[in-house]
């Protein structure tokens, strides 16, 4: 349909609403955006009679672990600061108009910012850590396009893409341009990396928003940032329960293992001639840090990968109690040694190997990276059961698996 005449009329007539809206008021607010917006969820509840003496907004999320997220709340609109939308960038703030209310006047940092009418019908999601959290918030239905299919793992959008009510709309994780322009999605939130597919988009009016939750390294962080799509969708409570639980569920299991003696743990493998495992400051590292594991490198607050050679990792965790590989695509002990015929050296903790590749899907997508975004709770069970097996007998597992020897 792309390379068709039609197609590329109607390609040329979006460009054409984009830039005329542009012109006469911020996009994603008032009649322009009826012109330029998907007609997908139209039945949602927007103001009928506009007084400027109410707050539409009467359930507000309060950011309480997420460093890199801040919401205002206005009585008609809302301002959503992602205060690193990229590693060393500066912060962008988005403004989130309650729909049938008339697009705010703003002057100073805000006069240019994004405006876009909330609750959105439409998104396009740059990234599966994103379908989790519309799914638990119940608006799998918002999601009208994925940048790619195959690595989609939540049942929700699953079924959805398997209807045909979810498109594909990158190519090898580049933004098809036209394709989205075509679409019209209420919003494309990307997956926290820039490149010159989504300067075009923006050229052409499409609202493009950036999610940063991988840049929070603590885990409950992370999970919170289910309130910026919270903010999207006008599910604020749902968001605050379904936090709320994943915060109080972590907690539980740290406090579990308080008291239990620190289990020895290996972590990662070897990657182009050096052994990269999680920093302590880590997102990881933290996860092990609660789970009441310790390794020779934890005390590297760093918040990335830690390349060590090959010969001190064999030299001070060769008798680790435990091996967590989570990142590697290996299934067995054969295919690990099969990979590196040094791995043999860490008989005793492969003795207790354990990769994140028991939600794997028949296309390829790992539910690890997926939901254990949202739910680190599962995470971190997981992690303690393997390193204190004693205190979760009956645990059942949700991303990972022992491996065996074949």
């Given at each position: 349909m792309a390379d068709s005449r039609r197609a590329r009329l109607g390609v040329n007539r979006l460009r054409a609403v984009a830039v005329a809206c542009l012109l006469v008021v911020p996009l994603g607010v008032g009649a322009c955006s009826s012109a330029a917006s998907n007609d997908a969820g139209a039945d949602r509840d927007c103001i009928t009679e506009f007084d400027a003496n109410t707050?539409?907004?009467?359930?507000?999320?309060?950011?309480?672990?997420?460093?890199?997220?801040?919401?205002?709340?206005h009585k008609s609109y809302q301002v959503m600061?992602?205060?690193?939308?990229?590693?060393?960038?500066?912060p962008v703030s988005y403004v989130l108009v309650r729909c049938g209310a008339p697009a705010p006047r703003l002057d100073g940092a805000l006069a240019d910012a994004p405006q876009v009418q909330v609750p959105i019908r439409t998104m396009y999601s740059g990234s599966t850590t994103h379908l989790p959290a519309m799914a638990a918030l119940?608006?799998?239905?918002?999601?009208?396009?994925?940048?790619?299919?195959?690595?989609?793992?939540?049942?929700?959008?699953?079924?959805?893409?398997d209807a045909g009510q979810v498109k594909q709309y990158a190519d090898a994780g580049v933004p098809n341009v036209e394709r989205v322009i075509a679409a019209r999605p209420d919003v494309l939130v990307s997956d926290g990396y820039e490149d010159a597919s989504l300067a075009k988009l923006r050229q052409a009016g499409v609202t493009v928003l950036s999610d940063a939750d991988w840049l929070e390294n603590g885990?409950?962080?992370?999970a919170e940032w289910i309130k910026f799509f919270a903010a999207l969708t006008g599910r604020e409570k749902k968001a605050a329960d379904v936090f709320d639980e994943v915060k109080r569920d972590y907690n539980a299991v740290a406090t579990k293992v308080a008291n239990a003696p620190k289990t020895d743990v290996l972590l990662g493998g070897i990657e182009n001639g050096a052994w990269t495992m999680a920093a302590g400051g880590s997102y990881f590292g933290r996860i092990i840090r609660d789970a009441h594991g310790e390794y020779p490198w934890a005390g590297d607050q760093s918040t990335g990968s830690a390349r060590l050679s090959i010969e001190s990792v064999i030299d001070r965790s060769r008798n680790a109690d435990a091996w967590i590989l989570s990142d590697m695509t290996v299934n067995s002990l054969a295919e690990l040694y099969q990979q590196d015929e040094r791995y043999r050296v860490f008989a005793q903790p492969a003795k207790q190997a354990w990769n994140s590749t028991k939600a794997v899907s028949e296309t390829g997508g790992n539910d690890y990276f997926e939901r254990g975004v949202l739910r680190p709770d599962l995470v971190l069970g997981d992690v303690a059961a393997v390193l204190h097996p004693e205190l979760f007998p009956d645990h059942d597992f949700a991303f990972y698996r022992q491996l065996p020897a074949q």
């Amino acid at each position: 349909m792309a390379d068709s005449r039609r197609a590329r009329l109607g390609v040329n007539r979006l460009r054409a609403v984009a830039v005329a809206c542009l012109l006469v008021v911020p996009l994603g607010v008032g009649a322009c955006s009826s012109a330029a917006s998907n007609d997908a969820g139209a039945d949602r509840d927007c103001i009928t009679e506009f007084d400027a003496n109410t707050d539409y907004f009467p359930n507000k999320s309060t950011i309480t672990d997420a460093s890199g997220l801040s919401i205002e709340y206005h009585k008609s609109y809302q301002v959503m600061t992602v205060k690193e939308p990229m590693a060393g960038a500066a912060p962008v703030s988005y403004v989130l108009v309650r729909c049938g209310a008339p697009a705010p006047r703003l002057d100073g940092a805000l006069a240019d910012a994004p405006q876009v009418q909330v609750p959105i019908r439409t998104m396009y999601s740059g990234s599966t850590t994103h379908l989790p959290a519309m799914a638990a918030l119940g608006a799998a239905d918002t999601v009208t396009g994925v940048s790619s299919a195959d690595y989609v793992s939540t049942p929700e959008i699953r079924s959805r893409i398997d209807a045909g009510q979810v498109k594909q709309y990158a190519d090898a994780g580049v933004p098809n341009v036209e394709r989205v322009i075509a679409a019209r999605p209420d919003v494309l939130v990307s997956d926290g990396y820039e490149d010159a597919s989504l300067a075009k988009l923006r050229q052409a009016g499409v609202t493009v928003l950036s999610d940063a939750d991988w840049l929070e390294n603590g885990p409950l962080g992370r999970a919170e940032w289910i309130k910026f799509f919270a903010a999207l969708t006008g599910r604020e409570k749902k968001a605050a329960d379904v936090f709320d639980e994943v915060k109080r569920d972590y907690n539980a299991v740290a406090t579990k293992v308080a008291n239990a003696p620190k289990t020895d743990v290996l972590l990662g493998g070897i990657e182009n001639g050096a052994w990269t495992m999680a920093a302590g400051g880590s997102y990881f590292g933290r996860i092990i840090r609660d789970a009441h594991g310790e390794y020779p490198w934890a005390g590297d607050q760093s918040t990335g990968s830690a390349r060590l050679s090959i010969e001190s990792v064999i030299d001070r965790s060769r008798n680790a109690d435990a091996w967590i590989l989570s990142d590697m695509t290996v299934n067995s002990l054969a295919e690990l040694y099969q990979q590196d015929e040094r791995y043999r050296v860490f008989a005793q903790p492969a003795k207790q190997a354990w990769n994140s590749t028991k939600a794997v899907s028949e296309t390829g997508g790992n539910d690890y990276f997926e939901r254990g975004v949202l739910r680190p709770d599962l995470v971190l069970g997981d992690v303690a059961a393997v390193l204190h097996p004693e205190l979760f007998p009956d645990h059942d597992f949700a991303f990972y698996r022992q491996l065996p020897a074949q």
